[in-house]
């Protein structure tokens, strides 16, 4: 079964500086990524997603991903980051098991956002 | 489009009763459903995945017979706990997905508290 390992639980940054989030996944013939934001006391918001195609995925508020086969990597990116951006942030696989497509989850990161 | 929708938000409730929760796909159909649940400061866990009209698949070491899943319709599906206890306090979150593609849709998550 797939999986994903967020290496960061939580990554302090200042106003306007630029953001990296890591995330590795299990090798697999296929994959599926997903990189979801979620603020406090709230559901989870997709950010942006890799099926198949350009490896450089745009996402909503700014936000970037790179899907890297060879290192098995698929990191969050923000050129400058704001205090709203302040959140837990979780990458995600799409695992097939038992005849279902599941997704699951990293254990987050917490990007704290600093004046 | 593609909004789901939680009730209720927010739940207290006394050790040994049962809660229902819900979750409603308001503007495409739902085939498959997903439950989650998050601790405080934790990652999305896979409680089980459900298809309309047919029994919930639960993942392992998820008791069935005390988080009983319905997934009547194309558009609603609930989760019981039932005799709940204090342990179960926690957030629940569902996703929906429909008939084609791999993107599920979050609903904002019920907050269950046992007391």
């Known amino acids: 079964a797939q999986s994903v390992t967020q290496l960061d639980s939580q990554v302090p940054v200042f106003e306007e500086a630029p953001v990296e989030l890591r995330c590795n996944y299990s090798s697999s013939v296929s994959v599926y990524l997903f990189w979801y934001v979620q603020y406090p006391n709230q559901g989870l918001q997709l950010l942006l997603k890799?099926?198949?195609?350009?490896?450089l995925v745009k996402g909503i508020n700014g936000f970037e991903a790179e899907f890297n086969k060879s290192q098995t990597s698929f990191h969050l990116r923000k050129p400058s980051v704001h205090i709203s951006d302040t959140a837990e942030y979780f990458c995600a696989v799409i695992t097939s098991s038992g005849g279902y497509n599941k997704l699951i989850f990293g254990a987050g990161t917490r990007l704290a956002v600093h004046p | 489009g593609a909004v789901v929708s939680q009730h209720p938000s927010w739940v207290i409730c006394k050790s040994g009763t049962s809660v229902k929760i819900e979750c409603r796909s308001l503007d495409f159909q739902a085939t498959t459903m997903f439950w989650y649940r998050q601790f405080p400061k934790q990652s999305l866990m896979l409680m089980a995945t459900s298809n309309e009209g047919s029994k919930a698949t639960y993942e392992q070491g998820v008791e069935k017979d005390k988080f009983l899943i319905n997934h009547a319709s194309l558009t609603l599906s609930t989760l019981t706990v039932t005799s709940a206890h204090p342990e179960d306090s926690s957030f629940y979150i569902c996703s929906a997905r429909g008939s084609a593609g791999y993107e599920q849709y979050f609903g904002p998550g019920t907050r269950l508290t046992v007391t």
């Open positions: 890799y099926l198949s195609g350009s490896t």
